[in-house]
């Protein structure tokens, strides 16, 4: 017992008890503190036991010092440490720590981890195998243990978060398929497979008579993602381009990016480089660091309206788009449907244990048949919408033919007869409508003149719908 007490000792409790600096340090590092590189210029500090890390701080450490020191010294030495607490622990003496690699627990290519309490599950497509921590070889951060036991679930009956899903793609197979795969996309803690997409989540009736449809469960699913990594939820519409600080709340350890309702006025262009090279993180009074691609958080948009963005082949690979069914509404929502509200204290362990086995099988699915893409509902009809208007549409439907010349201005001339409060279109603009409806209908585009009459013609291949 003596023994114990001398390893922990920093001081010398003779004469005014005075504290050894080196000690010290010597002490913090045996205690598992050390300084995580982030970079060639940052680092933080972190505290390892066993095969846990945490994030710790100057203040953390004057508080494990203080409770030790009350512990096994003697008061004149707590007055010491109290009096100049600022010269024992600041960052120059900080920096004197160990210095070790920040430590990277994301998933491999092919599996994915799950950390509950009482044990840890990894997904992969051949299944869910469930483990004894006594069998984790690597180091993990304390942040990614989910604060609930886990226990494999009796598969009579499915849980009410999968009956929601399945309610949200009308109980149609290929879309639930699609959503698991979505969802899983988003679990996996990993970029190695070479999709970099933001998920961008629609409602089924966006635009409808020209208003948002809210409610329909969008923002439920990313409080079910937030119940299995570390999120990170930014109201979308305070969102504003260009802002110095707006990923201050990202740290290397956040898994998922969310702008949930992002506004109209947002362009997709704007998350190419958070998609596809890497995030840089302005955190207020401190210095900025970079999180590479392949560890930068996964992002999730939801919105009322089309994510409007340069369009081309570079828009087209960096989303990843998804309608919501409107089967739940302001007037009928999953806590009447279901009789609770989900993620809270009214779920039974069966429900939690029924909802944590379904997200992993998402994983799983995910592994198995990547990102599905699932048919569009109304989001090419509300994409051609935002860059015309339903009058036009309507009017293109009965109006505009494929695979043969059609003179332009005698089209805008019927087209501004059944719509009077169209009369002062531009031709420029018409054409601009033409082409865009050409693009959403899978269509090439192509015009001509002629002793002043100008045509165009959309040559489409038989068979192709647009979809």
């Known amino acids: 017992m003596i023994m114990m007490k001398e390893n922990k000792i920093f001081w010398n409790e003779e004469g005014k008890g005075t504290i050894s600096h080196s000690k010290l340090i010597r002490f913090l590092n045996e205690k598992g503190f050390s300084k995580a590189k982030i970079d060639e210029t940052n680092s933080i500090l972190v505290k390892q036991e066993n095969n846990r890390i945490v994030r710790s701080s100057e203040e953390g450490i004057k508080n494990v010092l203080q409770k030790h020191l009350i512990r096994y010294a003697n008061d004149e030495v707590l007055e010491t440490f109290t009096k100049g607490v600022g010269s024992y622990v600041s960052k120059g003496k900080l920096d004197l720590l160990n210095q070790t690699e920040l430590i990277d627990d994301r998933d491999e290519k092919d599996s994915s981890n799950f950390f509950f309490k009482n044990q840890f599950c990894n997904v992969s497509a051949k299944g869910i195998q469930t483990l004894d921590y006594s069998e984790l070889n690597f180091v993990i951060w304390e942040n990614k243990v989910i604060k609930r036991d886990f226990n494999m679930p009796s598969r009579d009956m499915i849980g009410d978060f999968e009956i929601f899903c399945k309610n949200i793609t009308f109980n149609n197979d290929e879309r639930f398929l699609a959503l698991k795969t979505i969802l899983g996309y988003l679990l996996h803690r990993n970029k190695d497979i070479g999709e970099p997409k933001a998920i961008i989540l629609y409602d089924e009736n966006m635009g409808l008579n020209k208003q948002s449809h809210g409610g329909t469960g969008k923002t439920l699913l990313s409080h079910a993602l937030k119940e299995c990594r570390e999120l990170e939820i930014f109201d979308g519409k305070e969102i504003k381009e260009g802002s110095f600080f ?52 996964k992002i999730l948009i939801s919105s009322n309206y089309i994510v409007k963005g340069p369009g081309g082949p570079s828009d087209l690979r960096r989303r990843h788009e998804f309608e919501i069914a409107n089967f739940y509404n302001e007037k009928s929502t999953p806590e009447m449907e279901f009789g609770c509200r989900f993620f809270n204290k009214d779920w039974t362990e069966e429900q939690w244990n029924k909802f944590y086995f379904f997200m992993m099988t998402c994983v799983m699915d995910y592994f198995i048949y990547g990102l599905i893409e699932a048919q569009p509902l109304n989001l090419r009809k509300n994409r051609m919408i935002e860059g015309s208007c339903f009058e036009f549409i309507d009017f293109a439907k009965d109006n505009v033919t494929f695979n043969q010349w059609v003179d332009k201005r005698l089209l805008l001339n019927v087209f501004q007869e059944l719509y009077p409060q169209m009369a002062g279109l531009t031709s420029n603009t018409f054409t601009k409508w033409i082409k865009d409806y050409s693009v959403n209908q899978g269509s090439k585009y192509a015009d001509k003149s002629s002793g002043g009459t100008y045509s165009f013609i959309l040559e489409k291949k038989e068979g192709n719908d647009g979809n």
């Open 246 to 297: 707006k990923n201050q709340r990202l740290n290397h350890t956040t898994d998922l990016m969310v702008y949930d309702d992002l506004k109209a006025s947002v362009s997709f262009e704007s998350f190419f480089p958070m998609i596809s090279s890497g995030i840089e993180v302005e955190k207020k009074g401190k210095q900025a660091f970079y999180i590479e691609q392949d560890k930068a958080p």
